[in-house]
């Protein structure tokens, strides 16, 4: 399956829990889209609480929060990322003051996965009315398989040193084909 995550503001290098939830509160509003639409419509009983059938589960509970990750063992899926970085720095400005590109790609691999414990969460933290469950890419980042980085410069306007404009392009890809994802190869 593949799909694009798109994203506009601030990406902090060594960013904080609450600055790494923040972009999964973003991304979440576009994985609970994704999850309405064919195929994956059809596999919410992966992550129904009353379900009956609960050979996958989707779910994963990390007090207040239900995270319910995309990409598992669980239904044997890993992805590939291919993001388009646009940033305010010059072309050839990789390691900045603003910090350097692979920090800010692991806030940002950080912000794509479930939270492992409650202190990737920010203290006082609880779901919002559209977040149980609480949609993510990752169930852990080490699923990510392969990701490649093109960046150019950001030319809007009033843009700070850390504000960026993310395409992230998601392939997802099976492990082993089973029942459960055949629709999503």
């Known amino acids: 399956m593949r799909f694009t995550l798109t994203y506009t503001g601030e990406l902090k290098a060594n960013g904080s829990p609450k600055h790494k939830h923040d972009l999964r509160r973003h991304f979440h509003s576009q994985l609970r889209r994704l999850w309405k639409l064919p195929p994956l419509s059809a596999s919410s009983h992966w992550f129904t609480l009353a379900a009956e059938d609960k050979s996958i589960d989707l779910n994963r509970i990390v007090p207040p929060f239900r995270f319910v990750p995309l990409v598992s063992p669980s239904i044997r899926l890993v992805c590939e990322l291919c993001i388009f970085l646009l940033r305010p720095e010059p072309p050839g400005a990789v390691v900045t003051q603003c910090g350097d590109i692979d920090n800010r790609l692991k806030t940002l691999f950080d912000a794509l996965r479930a939270p492992k414990n409650a202190t990737e969460i920010p203290k006082g933290a609880v779901p919002g ?55 999503l190869v």
């Open 129 to 183: 009315p559209d977040e149980d469950p609480f949609f993510c890419l990752l169930e852990d980042d080490a699923l990510i398989t392969a990701v490649s980085v093109e960046t150019e410069r950001l030319l809007t306007a009033n843009q700070g040193s850390t504000e960026v404009h993310l395409d992230i392009q998601v392939l997802t890809r099976p492990t082993a084909v089973i029942i459960a994802n055949m629709g």
